[in-house]
Protein backbone atom coordinates (compact mmCIF):
# COMPACT_ATOMS: atom_id res chain seq x y z
CA UNK A 1 0.00 0.00 0.00
CA UNK A 2 1.50 3.21 -0.86
CA UNK A 3 1.16 6.30 1.47
CA UNK A 4 -1.37 8.53 0.36
CA UNK A 5 -0.49 12.71 -0.33
CA UNK A 6 -2.33 15.51 -0.66
CA UNK A 7 -2.24 17.40 -4.48
CA UNK A 8 -0.65 20.93 -4.53
CA UNK A 9 -3.40 22.16 -7.05
CA UNK A 10 -6.45 20.05 -5.99
CA UNK A 11 -6.01 19.78 -2.20
CA UNK A 12 -7.38 15.62 -2.94
CA UNK A 13 -5.91 13.00 -1.63
CA UNK A 14 -4.20 10.95 -3.67
CA UNK A 15 -1.94 7.69 -4.28
CA UNK A 16 1.84 8.40 -4.16
CA UNK A 17 2.26 6.24 -7.40
CA UNK A 18 4.69 6.71 -10.49
CA UNK A 19 5.02 9.86 -11.10
CA UNK A 20 3.17 11.37 -8.62
CA UNK A 21 6.04 13.07 -6.75
CA UNK A 22 7.44 14.68 -10.36
CA UNK A 23 3.85 16.04 -10.94
CA UNK A 24 3.62 17.43 -7.44
CA UNK A 25 6.85 19.30 -7.66
CA UNK A 26 6.20 20.58 -10.83
CA UNK A 27 2.60 21.39 -9.72
CA UNK A 28 4.77 23.74 -7.04
CA UNK A 29 7.33 24.88 -9.52
CA UNK A 30 4.37 26.61 -12.05
CA UNK A 31 2.82 28.33 -9.34
CA UNK A 32 5.93 29.32 -7.24
CA UNK A 33 8.11 29.92 -10.08
CA UNK A 34 6.40 30.68 -13.05
CA UNK A 35 3.40 32.91 -11.86
CA UNK A 36 0.79 30.64 -12.36
CA UNK A 37 -2.36 30.67 -10.44
CA UNK A 38 -3.41 27.60 -8.71
CA UNK A 39 -7.16 27.74 -10.64
CA UNK A 40 -4.97 28.03 -14.16
CA UNK A 41 -3.54 24.24 -13.77
CA UNK A 42 -6.38 21.80 -14.32
CA UNK A 43 -5.38 18.07 -13.36
CA UNK A 44 -5.95 14.89 -14.94
CA UNK A 45 -7.81 16.56 -18.06
CA UNK A 46 -9.63 13.46 -19.60
CA UNK A 47 -8.94 12.31 -23.08
CA UNK A 48 -11.14 9.93 -25.08
CA UNK A 49 -9.51 8.19 -28.33
CA UNK A 50 -10.76 5.38 -30.44
CA UNK A 51 -9.12 2.24 -31.78
CA UNK A 52 -10.85 0.27 -33.84
CA UNK A 53 -14.16 1.44 -32.84
CA UNK A 54 -13.41 1.48 -29.29
CA UNK A 55 -12.90 4.50 -26.76
CA UNK A 56 -10.11 4.46 -24.67
CA UNK A 57 -9.64 7.08 -21.47
CA UNK A 58 -7.26 8.63 -20.27
CA UNK A 59 -5.87 12.22 -18.93
CA UNK A 60 -3.05 14.25 -19.38
CA UNK A 61 -1.49 14.95 -16.41
CA UNK A 62 -1.77 19.00 -16.45
CA UNK A 63 -3.45 21.50 -18.53
CA UNK A 64 -1.98 25.19 -18.17
CA UNK A 65 -4.21 27.61 -19.00
CA UNK A 66 -3.80 31.92 -19.30
CA UNK A 67 -6.51 34.06 -19.77
CA UNK A 68 -9.02 31.43 -20.27
CA UNK A 69 -7.09 30.02 -23.32
CA UNK A 70 -5.20 26.33 -22.65
CA UNK A 71 -1.73 27.14 -23.25
CA UNK A 72 0.61 23.97 -21.97
CA UNK A 73 -0.40 20.33 -21.57
CA UNK A 74 1.94 18.84 -19.66
CA UNK A 75 2.91 15.02 -18.49
CA UNK A 76 4.80 14.33 -15.66
CA UNK A 77 6.78 11.10 -15.87
CA UNK A 78 9.34 9.14 -13.48
CA UNK A 79 11.83 7.90 -15.89
CA UNK A 80 13.35 9.42 -19.24
CA UNK A 81 11.54 12.73 -20.42
CA UNK A 82 12.28 11.82 -24.09
CA UNK A 83 10.04 9.13 -23.97
CA UNK A 84 6.91 10.72 -23.29
CA UNK A 85 7.48 13.41 -25.87
CA UNK A 86 5.55 12.11 -28.49
CA UNK A 87 2.51 11.35 -26.21
CA UNK A 88 1.87 15.03 -24.35
CA UNK A 89 2.54 16.23 -28.27
CA UNK A 90 -0.10 14.33 -29.62
CA UNK A 91 -2.63 14.49 -26.27
CA UNK A 92 -2.46 18.74 -27.27
CA UNK A 93 -3.01 17.98 -30.59
CA UNK A 94 -6.32 16.04 -29.41
CA UNK A 95 -7.97 17.01 -25.84
CA UNK A 96 -9.94 20.12 -27.03
CA UNK A 97 -11.28 21.70 -30.33
CA UNK A 98 -7.76 23.71 -30.49
CA UNK A 99 -4.51 22.47 -30.10
CA UNK A 100 -2.42 23.38 -27.17
CA UNK A 101 0.20 25.46 -28.34
CA UNK A 102 2.56 24.21 -26.15
CA UNK A 103 3.53 20.37 -25.06
CA UNK A 104 5.88 20.24 -22.18
CA UNK A 105 7.24 16.54 -21.13
CA UNK A 106 9.19 16.98 -17.28
CA UNK A 107 10.35 14.72 -14.76
CA UNK A 108 10.42 18.23 -12.54
CA UNK A 109 14.11 17.96 -12.92
CA UNK A 110 14.47 18.69 -16.38
CA UNK A 111 11.53 19.78 -19.23
CA UNK A 112 11.39 19.51 -22.82
CA UNK A 113 9.06 22.10 -24.41
CA UNK A 114 7.87 21.64 -27.73
CA UNK A 115 5.70 23.94 -30.18
CA UNK A 116 2.45 21.68 -30.41
CA UNK A 117 1.68 23.07 -34.35
CA UNK A 118 5.33 22.32 -36.07
CA UNK A 119 6.39 19.34 -34.01
CA UNK A 120 9.37 21.02 -32.46
CA UNK A 121 11.34 21.09 -29.64
CA UNK A 122 11.69 24.68 -28.64
CA UNK A 123 13.48 24.34 -25.40
CA UNK A 124 15.24 22.21 -22.90
CA UNK A 125 15.24 22.39 -18.99
CA UNK A 126 13.17 23.99 -16.10
CA UNK A 127 14.34 27.30 -17.65
CA UNK A 128 12.41 26.90 -21.03
CA UNK A 129 9.35 26.69 -19.40
CA UNK A 130 7.06 29.69 -20.28
CA UNK A 131 6.26 31.54 -16.86
CA UNK A 132 2.71 33.01 -16.84
CA UNK A 133 3.79 36.70 -17.89
CA UNK A 134 5.42 35.04 -21.14
CA UNK A 135 1.86 32.99 -21.93
CA UNK A 136 0.40 36.26 -21.71
CA UNK A 137 2.58 37.54 -24.35
CA UNK A 138 2.64 34.05 -26.64
CA UNK A 139 -1.29 34.02 -26.62
CA UNK A 140 -1.21 37.33 -28.46
CA UNK A 141 0.50 36.19 -31.38
CA UNK A 142 -0.87 32.86 -31.44
CA UNK A 143 -3.75 31.84 -33.67
CA UNK A 144 -6.14 28.79 -32.30
CA UNK A 145 -5.32 26.13 -34.92
CA UNK A 146 -7.62 22.87 -35.54
CA UNK A 147 -5.52 19.84 -35.79
CA UNK A 148 -6.22 18.40 -39.38
CA UNK A 149 -9.17 15.86 -39.26
CA UNK A 150 -7.63 13.96 -41.79
CA UNK A 151 -4.87 13.63 -39.32
CA UNK A 152 -6.55 13.02 -36.04
CA UNK A 153 -7.28 9.04 -36.45
CA UNK A 154 -3.57 8.36 -37.02
CA UNK A 155 -2.82 11.01 -33.76
CA UNK A 156 -5.61 9.00 -31.54
CA UNK A 157 -3.43 5.93 -32.53
CA UNK A 158 -0.06 7.48 -31.70
CA UNK A 159 -1.19 8.38 -28.42
CA UNK A 160 -2.99 5.42 -27.58
CA UNK A 161 0.58 3.50 -28.23
CA UNK A 162 2.41 5.73 -26.17
CA UNK A 163 -0.23 5.99 -23.50
CA UNK A 164 -0.65 2.02 -22.93
CA UNK A 165 0.06 1.91 -19.21
CA UNK A 166 -2.41 5.36 -18.36
CA UNK A 167 -5.64 3.76 -20.19
CA UNK A 168 -8.41 2.81 -18.17
CA UNK A 169 -6.10 4.14 -14.99
Known sequence: MFE????????????NVGSEVSRQIFEKFLVESRGFKKEEIKVATPLVVQFKGEDYVSAIDLIVWC???PF?????????IGSYEREILS?????YEFQIPFAVSTDARNAVVMDTISGKTIGQG???VPSRQAAE????TIEKTIYAPEKRELEMIIYRSFN???INR
Open 91 to 95: GARLV
Open 137 to 140: KLLT
Open 126 to 128: LDA
Open 72 to 80: MAVTCVAGS
Open 164 to 166: MEK
Open 67 to 69: KDT
Open 4 to 15: PIRDFITGQEID
